[in-house]
């Protein structure tokens, strides 16, 4: 497409502030914390753990495989370790956000594709329907890490049948690899590196080419963490649609800011990992071993491999493919892709929601009209750009983009009410998928 001429007229009325924007805005952060254990520090060591629960999640841990009373001197050492990082995790979409953690933390993918920590996305509200991570957001996910001990259990020339707790070593002689599952899960903890950590988990639709998108929300990442706990980039609101989630593991729940604080002061709650219940802070392959390796009966060792494989399988989800609708200006041109506006004269882009790549139960094609340099979107001919809800029965919300028109341009826009006094609407309604994000709490 040859660029388009610049316009000599007056630029038209921005209708930026009624633009439908698929993701949400600073103010929708929401806060998780997970409960404090204060009348002990367990040692997470020999626990089970769900390999596809949400990353670093308090719900990955299960009932205990290993009983640490049974453990003789020198197969299990603990030691203070005082540290603190942050390690960050990124993906053009949610797909790759996974792989990246994976790894990243040493996993090696699996050759039947299957991905760890899909709970990430499957056990939260925020993700309730495969829309909320699709194809059209990127990711980033920051866990900051405040280290407080380590515990390391030494497998090397261990009896496993003298370590086992009593509860697993019945359920072991049942024999029933589901209801060991169910219980034990997938992984034994080996090595805990416990203390506090809290995960900032963002979403965004990026406006750059793949190649610029990590970079991009690692930006974005970091200034959103400085607006809460610094007071600084106070206008990170104007430029940054987002939706992002914090989770604080460990410590003392009661010392977290309020979520609409203006300035979140940290350091109270990750001193109290001293004295309080501590969590998980980092997750390596190193860290962790197949349950079925604990099994010394072949039989039964081959038959529980099979079911946790299946198991693992059975939590995949599906990442639907999404792609952008981009409204440019001047011109108000319509575009699905970044790319397709690399040769455009500089200018305004805003994403204005999301097209569905692929029919589904429950969509129609929406098709794009362009002549004289207008673009036009019709529900009956022209070029089919993508598929929308066909009603609002679809199992998830969606948005009402109205078309609006000056007499020779056209716009769209979700609010009709207080348009530019030159623009009115045209009567054409088109149903678009939606966030279902809850309030802010």
Not at 128 to 141: D, I, L, V
Request: hydrophobic share 35%; with cysteine.
């Amino acid at each position: 497409m040859p660029p388009l001429p610049r316009t000599t007229t007056a630029e038209p009325p921005s209708t930026e502030e009624v633009i439908t924007c698929p993701t949400q805005r600073i103010g929708e952060i929401r806060l998780h914390t997970s409960a404090a254990n204060i009348a002990a520090q367990p040692i997470l060591v020999g626990m089970g753990y769900d390999i596809t629960a949400p990353f670093l999640s308090t719900t990955a841990l299960r009932e205990r495989i290993i009983d640490l009373a049974k453990i003789e001197e020198g197969y299990l050492s603990s030691f203070v370790a005082p540290a603190s990082q942050t390690a960050n995790f990124t993906g053009n979409d949610a797909a790759t956000l996974l792989r990246d953690m994976m790894q990243s933390s040493g996993f090696a993918l699996p050759h039947n594709g299957d991905l760890y920590f899909t709970g990430t996305f499957a056990e939260e509200n925020f993700y309730a329907a495969p829309y909320e991570y699709s194809s059209q957001y990127s990711f980033h996910c920051a866990v900051s890490q405040f280290r407080r001990t380590r515990h390391l259990l030494n497998t090397l020339g261990l009896k496993w049948d003298k370590v086992l707790s009593d509860e697993f070593a019945t359920a072991l002689r049942e024999g029933q690899p589901e209801r060991i599952i169910a219980r034990y899960s997938t992984h034994l903890l080996k090595e805990s590196i416990q203390g506090v950590t809290h995960l900032q988990l963002l979403r965004s639709v990026v406006t750059a080419d793949d190649k610029d998108k990590p970079w991009s929300m690692l930006v974005c990442a970091d200034n959103l963490h400085k607006a809460l706990t610094q007071g600084t980039v106070a206008d990170l609101a104007q430029h940054w649609d987002i939706a992002c989630d914090y989770y604080f593991m460990g410590g003392d729940p009661k010392l977290l800011p309020a979520p609409r604080q203006k300035i979140w002061d940290l350091q109270p709650w990750i001193s109290s990992g001293t004295q309080e219940g501590s969590a998980l802070v980092t997750l390596r392959n190193t860290h962790l071993i197949p349950i079925y390796e604990v099994v010394t009966d072949p039989s039964l060792r081959q038959s529980l491999k099979e079911t946790v494989e299946h198991y693992i399988h059975l939590q995949q989800i599906a990442f639907h493919t999404t792609r952008p609708l981009i409204e440019y200006t001047p011109g108000y041109r319509l575009f699905t892709s970044f790319g397709e506006m690399s040769t455009l004269p500089e200018g305004r882009c805003k994403v204005i929601g999301a097209l569905y790549a692929t029919h589904e139960d429950g969509t129609r094609p929406l098709y794009l009209q362009s002549g004289n340099g207008i673009d036009r979107l019709s529900l009956k001919q022209g070029k089919c750009i993508g598929y929308i809800p066909d009603n609002d029965t679809a199992n998830h919300p969606t948005a009402l983009l109205h078309e609006i028109t000056d007499g020779r341009r056209y716009a769209y826009t979700t609010a009709t009410e207080q348009l530019p006094s030159t623009w009115h609407p045209t009567g054409e309604v088109f149903r678009l998928p939606h966030t279902a994000r809850p309030a802010a709490q």
